[in-house]
């Protein structure tokens, strides 16, 4: 059967403000929208699909399960072999993956569906789009993973707080554990490195992948490409040993994405003699500055291009 | 009210839309129409702001599109069916649309229920048939109750009373004083719903009139007549400065003349017939005459390859 299509209802009858009835149609006459509107929409948009909740959920159960099997390992140990919160490092590895995906897939799907479309049609201020979308991916990414992060970082510091430092880093002390000196304990700033740093890192990787997407409209190339981008420098600089060499491995290494999340666990790829000295900061800003670089070139490609 | 004014979009030698210049008014269903390939797409891609114009413009009420504010309180689009995320249930989808133009939710359950996707709400499009994400993208562009509607190939893929539902939806709305501005290729649908006529072929304006006058225009009328004696017919009529076409089945066809003066003729000449009837050819076939040059793809006979 066919609907027959009706009049839209007359808005319901609101007491106007002289305690009458309104009479205005149910549409204002002229809404000027902000990026409140954007927001609110791109929000909807990220928690109504079904990737969203499947990256997040593979990012937790990664970061949080592969840590608990961390601390478990190294709990049997006799003495803590790494930094109290480091262990964390494992599970944030593979889960920064799935926030990459996340990233890409934000941007990407709405080009491969067509709803960009629609999209870009129900607001034409693109620029505006994007900036919904950054701040709405933003913003659940980095709670999402400060959680995670967070109870990562507890169940090591109730597990291993206390246990011996190795003789690694006791020379005077002997093979027996008891024996030993220093105990091992995580600072605050290594509790703000471990959880805050941490959960800024990726999230600031996840916005790099939006970024990438919005450049290269494509699902495979965007995630493709940030996979590069995090592996392939730590990977190249392996095969960078010899003399002439060397010293552009040891850069690669040392400004690699990896090493930015390792250090950040305080156990940067460089051997640092005074542990109190490894600083996770300075790379998570260079990652800031290279999201911002992308995120600058992805607004000017959206401006400019047809949809 | 949407203007065109010397619209021009071209991707690197190809032009696509050239120098197109018309008006679509109010209160009509206006009907764009154009072999596929003619720039029908192209040109409302413009309208909406999703291609920047090589050169030219195109206003809506006065203003660029990409000026409005809250555009699905101005205009509606339905571009495609596929222009959503089909994962994403309607009700989703529609909210999303809503929020990003201050539009009341309440306004969510309202459309869904006047394109008859009331019971589906919650359902992924994924599984959607043809017509009903057809229904969803025309919710869409209810959304705001907009005074300009755009649809762009709206009945295609659609069954019998999907095409039924969407025709008497586009007259209501324009009977409404709105802008219904809808796309097609096929001239047999726009002769149903539209009252004017755009009509475009390689990217140029070919016609800008009322349906009626397209139609007084564009379609050759004739009298098909058949008689036993079909040669000693031919013959009265050569006298009198007629020249008749046979066709296959025997008959003739005759130009400018009326069926009076034929069947006069016959009289006067003591000639049998068994058929004498006016025709006007299809509007189908005017519209192909009409563009028959600006055809981009034509299929060259049907001997080779076919």
Avoid at chain 1, 168 to 194: F, I
Avoid at chain 2, 100 to 119: A, M, T, Y
Avoid at chain 2, 190 to 206: F, K, N, P, Q
């Amino acid at each position: 059967m066919s609907t027959p299509y009706a009049a839209p209802q007359a808005a319901p009858a609101a007491p106007g403000p002289h305690g009458g009835v309104d009479h205005r149609p149910a549409r204002p006459v002229e809404q000027s929208t902000h990026l409140g509107h954007a927001i609110a929409s791109e929000w909807t948009k990220i928690r109504s699909v079904r990737s969203t909740i499947w990256t997040l959920a593979v990012m937790f159960a990664l970061v949080v399960g592969i840590g608990l099997l961390t601390a478990l390992a190294l709990e049997s140990g006799p003495y803590a072999e790494l930094p109290v919160l480091g262990g964390g490092l494992f599970g944030m590895m593979l889960g920064q993956l799935a926030i990459i995906t996340l990233g890409v897939l934000t941007v990407t799907s709405e080009y491969s569906t067509g709803m960009i479309r629609t999209t870009m049609t129900v607001c034409p201020k693109r620029t505006r789009v994007l900036t919904a979308k950054a701040i709405v991916f933003f913003a659940l990414t980095f709670v999402m993973t400060l959680a995670a992060t967070s109870l990562t970082a507890l169940i090591h510091s109730a597990m291993l707080e206390g246990k011996p430092l190795s003789p690694y880093h006791d020379l005077n002390v002997g093979a027996d554990p008891s024996q030993a000196v220093e105990t091992a304990t995580a600072t605050s700033q290594q509790w703000l490195q471990a959880t805050v740093g941490v959960s800024l890192f990726v999230a600031l990787l996840g916005l790099l992948s939006l970024a990438v997407g919005t450049l290269l409209r494509s699902t495979p190339g965007g995630v493709t490409t940030m996979l590069g981008l995090v592996l392939l420098p730590f990977l190249i600089s392996l095969f960078l040993m010899t003399e002439s060499t060397r010293e552009l491995g040891d850069a690669l290494r040392e400004y690699s994405m990896l090493n930015g999340l390792s250090t950040l666990y305080h156990m940067p790829f460089e051997f640092t003699e005074d542990a109190s000295q490894v600083n996770g900061w300075p790379l998570l800003g260079l990652l800031a500055a290279v999201t911002a670089a992308a995120l600058i070139a992805a607004y000017a490609r959206i401006s400019t291009r047809d949809v | 009210m949407i203007e065109l004014d010397r619209l021009t979009k071209r991707y690197g030698t190809t032009v696509a839309v050239d120098q197109l210049t018309c008006t679509v008014q109010p209160g009509v269903v206006t009907g764009f129409l154009g072999p596929n390939g003619a720039g029908k797409s192209t040109t409302m891609r413009m309208m909406l702001g999703l291609d920047r114009p090589t050169a030219g413009d195109v206003r809506i009420d006065g203003e660029h599109y990409d000026r409005l504010r809250d555009p699905l309180n101005h205009i509606g689009a339905l571009l495609e069916a596929k222009a959503v995320h089909p994962g994403r249930t309607a009700y989703n989808h529609l909210t999303v649309l809503a929020q990003s133009n201050g539009i009341p939710q309440k306004r969510v359950p309202e459309v869904l229920d006047l394109v008859g996707l009331g019971s589906v709400a919650k359902k992924r499009p994924k599984g959607f048939s043809l017509g009903m994400g057809q229904r969803l993208g025309i919710a869409s562009a209810l959304l705001g109750d907009p005074k300009i509607l755009m649809f762009d190939e709206p009945v295609n893929g659609l069954d019998p009373e999907g095409i039924h539902w969407i025709r008497n939806l586009m007259k209501y709305l324009a009977s409404e004083g709105k802008t219904v501005f809808v796309s097609s290729h096929l001239m047999s649908e726009m002769a149903l719903t539209a009252e004017h006529l755009i009509v475009i072929g390689r990217g140029r304006l070919l016609a800008d009139t009322s349906m009626r006058e397209f139609i007084k225009e564009n379609s050759r009328s004739y009298v098909r007549l058949r008689t036993p004696e079909p040669e000693r017919m031919r013959d009265v009529l050569a006298t009198a400065g007629l020249t008749p076409v046979a066709t296959e089945d025997g008959a003739l066809e005759v130009d400018s003349v009326e069926s009076d003066r034929l069947g006069e003729l016959a009289a006067e000449h003591g000639l049998v017939l068994h058929e004498l009837s006016p025709q006007q050819a299809s509007l189908e076939e005017a519209f192909m005459q009409l563009t028959a040059e600006a055809v981009q793809y034509h299929a060259h006979g049907t001997g080779k390859g076919a």
